[in-house]
DNA sequence: ATCCTAATTGAAAAGACTTTTCAATTAGGA
DNA sequence: TCCTAATTGAAAAGTCTTTTCAATTAGGAT
């Protein structure tokens, strides 16, 4: 299931929010790209759809859309944060060192492991936070 | 092997770097507990050791000792990023929610995980990272 | 279709965190 | 003990994020 500006829209209604043009901007932005995006990024991309579109709104609805779980923060390896829309469910993000194109994994097998961690430390475990990085195919071409 | 003062202090040395009182008055602070610490809370330990250890300097140490793997950042739920004392090879860290106890598991059962992502990503993985958060034998007995 | 109200907005200011700059100090080999 | 490069703290600058507030807007009520 790929997510459209109308899916989106529509789960921002259900949560009472009101569905205006930067809230729209930064989903368009969203859907243009799978690489996490920085606020300052969804800003300049979602310009193109709201022209004056404000940095603090991009803020205010990355912080909304992060509660009803439409979007999802991302650490980059330099340190920076991104965001990218979020698929349903529990899943894992492989980022790229080189391009940060992302591919989300959905179905965690950590399961297991998880429970090997609880064992031996005593902790009831509540989350897991895993982001794994390497090369995408087509940069692992390039040297 | 637990890190004393000694054997971290050698490693500063062997990696061509001085021993001051700044990077001392750090690693005590590190030293002092297994929570993550924040770099104004490493200055505040720290200047119980070394009376005018200042906040850059304290970036500047933590810099350093990340470059040489004696600390590790640790990324809070909350936003804040800690640093710990990290301890040698590949570990992953449970992180309690209440008490920002930390335990570091060392060995990773990761790697059945890692080769089917790579199978199923065509990504080449060269690295991953996981925090796993819980609560800590203590705190489950707080409501 | 128009009105109304609370939600939402952008700009400016404030705030938090981190890095850079630079003159003064210090560690540790000569 | 001396010397030199590494290291330091303070101040300034820079970046990122949040708060404040008056103006605007979405969307249900009329």
Redesign the pocket.
Known sequence: MTATLETLAQQ??EH????????C?VLHALLSTAKPL???EIQALGQGF?A?????????????MEEIELVRPVHLAD???GYVLATPGHTHHVICERCHAVIEISGCGMGDFLNFVAERTGYRITGHWLEISGLCADCQHIP
Chains 1, 2 share one sequence.
């Not at 009472?16 to 809230?23: A, F, I, S, V």
């Not at 940095?55 to 205010?60: A, D, E, G, N, S």
């Open positions: 921002l209604r009472g929010h009101k569905l205006t043009q930067p809230r901007a920085s606020p300052a709201c004056d579109l404000g940095l603090v709104t991009v803020y205010r609805t990355l912080e909304l340190g920076c944060h």
